[in-house]
């Protein structure tokens, strides 16, 4: 919540979070709440039916979620991001149930690959969720920002990742996905100039979640063969991401406006 300094009025900030049932985004809708504001958690909850090839988060997991913080505080909706109605209907949920929206956290997405290039078969699902589904939610997101009352605290931040800057064996569509994901938050950011909303990307390294140890059977090691390429020599947590995405999320994350900001343990190094 937050306390306009020119009365005495607390103003309670409402949020969007896609691919919110589990691993980061369920991690950063805690947080959130932890700061007072209202969440939309929108989540596909695909389960066993996943096209990615690995389970997904259920609507056990979004009810888990729900019914692990205080009552009334988030409202959870089923949908997928690759439709464009889901994230629409979802931004509906903020204004009607609570009338604003201040910010959105895209952090839906799958990975696949596992082969080169020229073999790999999985672009068009990570690009339709990945990319696509970031698009769909800033669509949906942003009007609803400009058109509330406070467009100056207003944050839409994407996760993106450590591919989006590097090259990744055998993940030629990740990354390219990922790469994408970067690029359309600057253009977003650079379309939002002047108006108080900011757009970033927060970019993770291996983190404990499902999808690092969908990686990690993609190259036949263990997660923690994947975190040993990070100067933390261990896997991120969800939480500790999730401090990063509510840092740009905040009033102070203005100043990251246009830029990928890397949570990602030093990977690489």
């Known amino acids: 919540m937050k306390t306009d300094a020119a009365s005495t009025e607390t103003v309670t900030r409402v949020a969007l979070v896609t691919g919110a049932a589990r691993g980061i ?96 078969d999985s672009l068009d699902l990570q690009w339709q969720i990945d990319v696509a589904g970031v698009w769909n939610t800033a669509t949906a997101a942003v009007p609803a920002m400009l058109a509330g009352p406070d467009p100056s605290g207003c944050r839409f931040v994407a996760l993106a990742s450590a591919a989006g800057s590097r090259g990744l064996f055998h993940l030629a569509a990740y990354n390219a996905a990922k790469h994408a994901v970067v690029g359309l938050v600057k253009g977003l950011a650079a379309d939002l100039a002047g108006t108080g909303v900011t757009a970033c990307a927060v ?27 990070q100067l933390l020599r261990r896997p991120l947590t969800p939480e500790e991401v999730a401090a990063t995405v509510v840092h740009a999320c905040s009033r102070a994350g203005a100043v990251l406006n246009g830029s990928d900001v890397a949570a990602n343990g030093g990977f690489g190094g």
């Open 25 to 120: 985004g369920a991690a950063t809708a805690r947080a959130l709440v932890a700061e007072g504001v209202h969440v939309v958690a929108l989540d596909w909850c695909a389960g066993e039916d996943s096209p990615a090839g690995y389970p997904q988060a259920t609507k056990a997991d979004l009810d888990t979620l729900v019914a692990s913080l205080p009552a009334g505080r988030v409202e959870p909706v089923v949908g997928d991001v690759r439709d464009p109605a889901a994230p629409a209907a979802a931004v509906g949920v903020a204004t009607d149930r609570w009338g604003r929206l201040d910010i959105a956290v895209a952090a839906a997405a799958v990975i696949a690959g596992g082969r080169p290039l020229w073999e790999d």
């Open 203 to 229: 970019s993770p390294g291996s983190t404990d979640t499902a999808m690092l140890a969908a990686t990690a059977d993609l190259y036949s090691v263990t997660p923690a063969d994947l975190a040993a390429h």
